[in-house]
């Protein structure tokens, strides 16, 4: 049985893993909602102006009523400033199981720190939640995405073919998950 708490605060060596704020709605924009580098391999279009960034903000801090909710605004602690956004999704109480997805501002990447926040929710809903497989899925384009499931022992499964349709092309997703009883083995 799944011990559902909702996003709570995840604190790491360089980051702070905290539920979203309207006030993070420039931060979001400048970094990484507005860079079409950034949404190139993900199925949302870059944001036009703060103000969509402000309404979709919005939206996901009223989900944080529903301890079913896991999403979390990754601030780094050296600037203060938000630079990505790690989330849950297909959560399924039934088979103790999930996927999740992640977002890192393009000024940020090939640091650690996507690795790093990963591997925070990951112990997060493992030993908090009580999850028993966690699954990632990453466009066979995006070369970055896979290094970090990886990194986090997460195991290849297979690709699903043309998964996904993005400015008229089709893509294959790569799927990764990691099991409970693979965790810090």
Avoid: P
């Avoid at 799944?2 to 709570?8: A, S």
């Avoid at 999704?89 to 997805?101: M, Y």
């Amino acid at each position: 049985m799944l011990k559902h708490i909702g996003t709570k605060t995840i604190n790491t060596d360089r980051l702070v893993l905290r539920r979203f704020e309207i006030n993070d709605a420039n931060d979001m924009f400048k970094n990484w909602a507005s860079d079409k580098e950034v949404s190139k391999f993900l199925a949302w279009d870059v944001h036009k102006d703060v103000m969509f960034t402000q309404l979709l903000l919005n939206s996901w801090i009223s989900q944080y009523s529903d301890d079913r909710n896991y999403h979390w605004a990754i601030e780094l602690k050296e600037i203060k400033e938000v630079i990505g956004d790690i989330k849950v999704f297909h959560l399924k109480d039934k088979h103790d199981c999930c996927e999740i997805g992640y977002c890192l501002s393009r000024n940020h990447w090939n640091k650690g720190f996507m690795s790093e926040a990963l591997n925070a929710v990951i112990k997060y809903l493992f030993e908090e939640i009580g999850l028993n497989r966690i699954v990632a899925m990453h466009n066979t384009k995006n070369i970055a995405s896979v290094k970090v499931m990886i990194k986090n022992n997460m195991k290849y499964e297979g690709t699903l073919r043309q998964a996904v349709k993005l400015n008229d092309t089709f893509y294959d997703l790569s799927v990764y998950s990691i099991l409970k009883s693979e965790w810090n083995v």
